[in-house]
């Protein structure tokens, strides 16, 4: 049995299971916001660019900064308690944003729930990469990421139902319960590898924990494939997990969609979208990389140049129903693209440097792509609003879209020094 797996293969994917739930609850918390807010800018009064400090800003930006700290604890301390105290604490700030009685109070919860969330991800990914061996980190990354879909397609379908029936207020509520309930599921079914591993592999990875936060930053940042990843996944983020918590007020305002068909027909076919892409985005990717190493990265960004043109149609498209099909196709192509980075990662970081790596990606990601990515939506379809109306925030959706280019060219880049970069 290798170091990295000091468990057997049913253990290995009990624990994955676990982490599915978590990541689950995190996503869910997270992008359940894009459900409410057509009802919570109608109820505030607020402008699209303050509902895009709202989705965006308030929550980013204190997840973006929180990241490093948790993530030094996790490449130290034992990660199974970190993810239990972060699952808890969102969890109580997702109630708080159902009790907020202004637009500020609400903001000041998201900014809680970005705090909390902070500590999930770093620490998942760091484990996870401890329970599998490097054949089989792609596969186990990109089921990982898929509780990605699981969490928004609680979001949008249980999401649209609830705000539809009981308001937004309740459906915050009702959003905190599943996390707490997870938060159990950790404590007793997750294991910290720390307390098992007793070999050289350990003793090397604790060599690299015993670095500054400033030499581990210092030797991500030089290595090349790792920070043209970093890059490349800020304009992924920029645009995924950014502008395109637009699309219901999209399809709502030009389309005249239901809210709740909206959170049915597009929150399940984006779901299966993304949950094709992921697992077949993994599965190809380890595939791939025993051909060539350099194909983890090659493989999305071709995934990008494919996708940019559809998604460019889907918002110019005028058909509800034709929009789900082109849109369910690009995202399948975009959805490939995070387990392949996050693959990519960790063949490059180190061990002793694996929630930190994963830290400051999520730091880029959230602070410049999700937090900026709104903002910068809502002021172009707020600028564009007097000329075309209902159609405003579609033509801006097509323009953020353009970003998908960017990270098609850095993943091309990042893949040139992947091989030189490469670290146990």
């Not at 700030?93 to 909390?116: I, K, P, Y």
């Not at 025993?290 to 140049?305: E, H, I, K, N």
């Not at 097509?398 to 893949?415: E, K, N, W």
């Amino acid at each position: 049995m290798s170091p990295e797996t000091p468990y057997t293969p049913a253990q290995r994917w009990w624990f994955l299971s676990i982490l599915f739930l978590v990541a689950s609850c995190n996503y869910m918390d997270r992008v359940i916001i894009a459900v409410l807010l057509e009802p919570i800018k109608q109820e505030f009064g607020a402008s699209d660019t303050l509902m895009g400090l709202l989705s965006g800003a308030s929550f980013a930006i204190m997840y973006a900064v929180m990241g490093i700290p948790f993530a030094r604890w996790a490449d130290r301390g034992n990660r199974k308690y970190i993810i239990t105290l972060a699952l808890v604490f969102w969890s109580l700030m997702t109630a708080l944003c159902g009790a907020a009685q202004t637009f500020w109070q609400l903001a000041l919860a998201r900014v809680g729930v970005g705090v909390g969330e902070a500590g999930s991800l770093p620490a998942s990914q760091s484990l996870l990469v401890d329970y599998f061996p490097p054949h089989q980190r792609a596969q186990a990354l990109a089921v990982f990421t898929s509780a990605g879909t699981v969490g928004y397609l609680l979001a949008f379908i249980g999401g649209s139902a609830l705000v539809a029936q009981y308001g937004w207020r309740w459906t915050l509520f009702a959003a905190a319960v599943p996390g707490l309930l997870v938060a159990f599921i950790t404590m007793w079914g997750l294991k910290e590898p720390r307390s098992v591993l007793k070999s050289q592999f350990v003793a090397s990875r604790s060599d690299q924990s015993a670095e500054s936060v400033k030499a581990a930053l210092l030797v991500l940042w030089h290595k090349r494939s790792f920070r043209y990843a970093a890059f490349a996944l800020t304009f992924w983020a920029f645009f995924t997990y950014g502008a395109m918590l637009f699309v219901p007020s999209h399809l709502v305002r030009a389309m005249n969609v239901d809210l709740k068909e909206v959170g049915a027909a597009y929150g399940g076919a984006s779901a299966v979208s993304a949950l094709i892409g992921t697992l077949g985005g993994g599965w190809l990717t380890d595939r791939l990389a025993r051909l060539d190493r350099r194909w983890v990265l090659r493989l999305p960004a071709w995934g990008m140049v494919a996708a940019t043109p559809l998604y460019v149609a889907a918002f110019l498209v005028q058909n509800f129903w034709v929009f789900l099909l082109i849109g369910a196709l690009a995202g399948c192509l975009v959805s490939a693209a995070l387990p392949a980075f996050f693959t990519a990662t960790h063949a490059v970081c180190g061990a002793g440097r694996r929630a930190m790596a994963v830290a400051v990606l999520l730091f880029f990601m959230s602070l410049i792509g999700a937090g900026l990515g709104p903002v910068v939506t809502g002021v172009v379809s707020d600028l564009l609003l007097p000329q075309f109306g209902a159609q405003a925030l579609g033509y801006a959706l097509a323009l953020m879209s353009l970003s998908m280019l960017v990270v098609a060219g850095l993943a091309f880049l990042s893949s040139k020094h992947l091989e030189a970069d490469a670290e146990p």
